[in-house]
């Protein structure tokens, strides 16, 4: 284990010659950090540019394979600070599309993207498919669900959205597909309409426009 750490690390390193300092860092399959090479699953290479305040860093699995990337305000890589990729590999079990273990050639995609501050979440959260259509779109604000909330399938078609404050759904939540409204008042389901009532609800919402 060690020394197949020890080949990626060298090559990863080799061309990062801009960085003034880099490091690596095991984790375990907790993601907590470990230096126990026996438990590691992943690993991290991180340093600071020429200049710059945050610490760039990515993560491989032991075959050198790219998981995310990111920065960090600090060299104990506690707080995340900037915009996340994480990466995944497309499989039968996440690709509707084929049954098949590529899309276009690829056999990897952008799972999720996001912006961390201070170590919190900030702004949307974007997850996609495997054929790169989006998947959810989640707002935070300082770490809180806050905010417009959408999900599509695979044809990019919204089947959920409605809109949380604080954490706690409210308003008017539009579910499969446009085929059904939920009302909520602080995450309380207060009403729902589908069918008849809802075309009814529909059609006087369009008369009035």
Known sequence: MMKRLFVVFFFLTAGL????QVKSV???IKDFITQDSTRAVTYGVYGK???DSLYTFKRFDFEGTLLSSGSFKDDSLQVPHGKFIYYDWITPDNN???MGYEINGKERYIQLTGTFTNGVKTGRWISFYP???LKQVITYNQ???HGAYQYFNTDGKVMVSGLYILGKKSGTWTLNGGKQENEYVDDKLISTLK???LRDKQAQSKNLN
Do not use: A, E, R
């Not at 010659?17 to 003034?20: N, S």
């Open 195 to 197: 069918g008849k009532k």
């Open 17 to 20: 010659h801009t960085f003034g």
């Open 26 to 28: 095991m984790f375990d």
């Open 143 to 145: 770490g809180i669900v």
């Open 96 to 98: 509707p599309l084929n």
């Open 49 to 51: 540019l020429s200049g």
């Open 131 to 133: 054929n790169g259509v």
